[in-house]
């Protein structure tokens, strides 16, 4: 497959592009500062641009098969950066038309399901006072990405680790995980549901 990875410089994108790359796959990623993608690859094409500039994200989702987005906000600030991004991305694949989007979300932002623990709560009561906006903002991108008419699927994950990948996940919601996964069993996961549709248009939380 031909893949759009979003947020591919940070710790999490590197793992991810990595391993699309190992699977096979082609990859476009996009780049405020291309020299921070420090993986090198003839199927690797990075693009320099902002996921607010409508162009450059059009270039990125061209004749791609899917699109994966690990982005996060990188600061509390009222900005909403990466919601607004979201729409971006998300009018593009409407014009390109590219129907499957697979997005990652913090355990923080709650589904219907969820039978979360007083420890959850806890932490979820934490995290909205000391990080209310970086909620609020990823709050926004999945309920955008679930309004769309896009196949999508949101993964949503505890507090991420730099530990080897353990291979073996718990898979349901908050009050099913346990409180840390390694950021490469996160990237398995988000690239194993370009092949597996059991979490279409759901929002699974993962943990190891």
């Not at 082609?26 to 690859?41: F, G, N, Y």
């Not at 996060?72 to 991004?85: A, C, L, Q, Y």
């Not at 007083?118 to 999945?142: H, P, T, W």
Request: glycine share 8%.
């Amino acid at each position: 497959m031909k893949l759009a990875i979003f947020g591919g410089t940070g710790k999490t994108g590197q793992h991810l592009i990595q391993q699309a790359l190992d699977e096979g796959h082609e990859v476009v990623t996009l780049a405020r500062t291309p020299s921070k993608v420090t993986i090198q690859h003839p199927r690797l094409k990075v693009i320099q641009g902002d996921v607010l500039d409508a162009d450059c994200i059009v270039a990125v989702v061209q004749g791609v098969d899917a699109v994966i987005s690990v982005l996060g906000p990188r600061s509390n600030k009222p900005e909403f950066t990466i919601s607004r991004g979201m729409d971006t991305i998300l009018t593009a694949m409407k014009q390109q038309n590219v129907r499957r989007i697979i997005i990652s979300a913090g355990a923080g932002v709650r589904e219907p399901q969820d039978k979360p623990k007083l420890i959850d709560r806890f932490f979820g009561l934490l995290l909205n006072v000391l990080s209310k906006n970086v909620v609020a903002d990823m709050q926004q991108v999945v309920h955008k990405v679930q309004a769309s008419d896009r196949d999508w699927t949101v993964v949503r994950v505890p507090m991420l680790t730099d530990q080897p990948a353990q291979g073996a996940l718990i898979v349901g919601y908050v009050g099913d995980i346990h409180s840390r996964i390694s950021r490469a069993d996160m990237a398995a996961f988000m690239l194993k549901q370009l092949k597996d549709n059991h979490y279409l248009k759901k929002a699974p939380a993962i943990s190891n």
